[in-house]
């Protein structure tokens, strides 16, 4: 079963910080591009941060310079760094995967997870 799951959202108070995991069973997500999405009620969802396979990476403007995407191909794993975050990062994250890069076209994503919800307030 060709799967991604996302893990390490919570509650966290305006400036913390948390570290969200996307990891795949069944396929190698190093053969793919992997995308963060986000969506928060009543809104639609929108792409916060994507890597290709080679590495070159995008952001959003509205979490640039506070956002990290990464890579670790020996563990199956992309990362997404989150810092000083904001209330307005409340939403639920979901990671996909696509053998292409078109960052932000999430209905070219071939592959979603089921979302962790990150909830920023004090």
């Known amino acids: 079963q060709l799967q991604l799951v996302e893990s390490g959202g919570g509650l966290v108070d305006p400036g913390g910080s948390l570290t969200l995991s996307c990891t795949a069973s069944?396929?190698?997500?190093?053969?793919?591009?992997v995308g963060w999405f986000r969506q928060a009620p009543g809104k639609e969802r929108e792409g916060v941060s994507a890597?290709?396979?080679?590495?070159?990476?995008k952001y959003a403007d509205s979490v640039k310079g506070r956002f990290t995407i990464s890579r670790d191909n020996t563990n199956n794993m992309v990362y997404l760094q989150m810092n000083n975050l904001k209330p307005e990062d409340t939403a639920v994250y979901y990671c996909?995967?696509?053998?292409?890069?078109?960052?932000?076209?999430?209905?070219?994503?071939?592959?979603w997870g089921q979302g962790t919800q990150v909830t920023v307030s004090s």
């Open positions: 996909a995967a696509d053998r292409y890069f078109l960052p932000f076209r999430g209905e070219d994503y071939e592959y």
């Open positions: 890597i290709s396979r080679g590495g070159p990476t």
């Open positions: 069944g396929f190698t997500l190093d053969d793919y591009a």
